[in-house]
């Protein structure tokens, strides 16, 4: 059986939807996701202008009602930083600025613009100071400090997407590094996933059903900075990016922002990351710098299946 697929442009990424069927269910399917990444990306991004994000970040300490996915966003993100001890930290946009991405990715990266000045001072990361009221659905940040949900945001719009598209039994939904299935590619075949980066190892696959995978990695998003290279994860100790043995983790987990998490969370730890994924009872695998890599003991290799 074939395999069908739309493919799109959202959140400086390209998404896909695929399904084993063709036809009005999944021309709907298609349209739903178009959607959720749309709405997310209005929502989440910290350089739009008109996202509620933006708003909030130029809320000086005042609280600021948000919407629920808004809202859902920043208690996801807050909630994860409480459980990997501040590891993972949304409250990065001022290190990440001041380190340079202070602009989407494609004119870093370019070098385009003259660099913009940092937001006031470099603020540690400090999650802790963030508050969010369900019973108003409001937010409150210290003045000052601003949020960045690059983490988690492509992971939430996946997620939501499966989830709205329900009514497609066998599907596929990739954003980037972020991919979440449901059922199989066909009749007793599991979704087939390759994998960006395995080191020395050449390339693989791992096999999916009903489960979610997510890559961290610092190859992708680099730049160089008064003669420095830098990339966006940054240590919430330092302020500055991470110095971690490993340039690559992903992570199969449940959902894609389980993952995203994890894959972040374990890639910061360095050497440590591994365990924090089996005390999570996650599998995983981690690419060091030389190629050389590691993985959990129950790690899907090559067409493992999970």
């Not at 269910?25 to 739903?32: D, I, P």
């Not at 009749?187 to 890559?215: F, H, K, N, Y």
């Not at 998490?261 to 374990?266: H, I, P, R, Y």
Request: hydrophobic share 40%; proline share 5%; aromatic share 6%.
């Amino acid at each position: 059986m074939s395999v069908v697929a739309s493919h799109f442009h959202a959140m400086n990424t390209d998404i896909a939807l695929l399904a084993p069927v063709a036809g009005p269910e999944f021309e709907r399917a298609a349209s739903m996701v178009l959607h959720v990444f749309s709405d997310v990306e209005k929502s989440l991004s910290r350089f739009l202008p008109e996202s509620e994000l933006f708003a909030l970040n130029q809320s000086s300490g005042n609280p600021v009602q948000v919407s629920p996915l808004l809202f859902g966003a920043v208690s996801l993100a807050v909630r994860a930083a409480e459980e990997t001890n501040g590891v993972f930290d949304p409250t990065i946009l001022s290190a990440l600025e001041h380190a340079g991405y202070d602009r989407s990715f494609e004119h870093v990266g370019a070098g385009s613009g003259a660099p913009r000045p940092p937001h006031r001072t470099a603020r540690l990361p400090d999650y802790r100071a963030v508050r969010c009221h369900p019973e108003t659905r409001t937010i409150q940040l210290l003045d000052g400090q601003r949020l960045d949900l690059g983490g988690i945001g492509k992971g939430i719009a996946v997620d939501l997407a499966i989830a709205e598209t329900s009514f497609l039994r066998e599907r596929c939904i990739a954003a980037g590094g972020d991919v979440a299935v449901r059922g199989t590619a066909g009749p007793d075949a599991e979704w087939t996933v390759a994998l960006e980066d395995t080191g020395a190892a050449g390339s693989q696959s791992i096999a999916l059903r009903d489960a979610a995978v997510a890559s961290s990695t610092t190859l992708r998003r680099r730049w160089q900075r008064a003669g420095e290279e830098r990339h966006h994860l940054i240590d919430h100790r330092t302020g500055r990016p991470s110095s971690s043995a490993f340039r690559t983790v992903t992570v199969v987990a449940a959902s894609c922002v389980e993952a995203d998490v994890a894959a972040k969370t374990a890639l910061l730890l360095g050497e440590q990351g591994m365990d924090f994924l089996e005390g999570k009872g996650l599998h995983g695998m981690a690419v060091r710098h030389d190629g050389s890599t590691i993985a959990t003991r129950e790690w899907p290799w090559p067409k493992g299946g999970i």
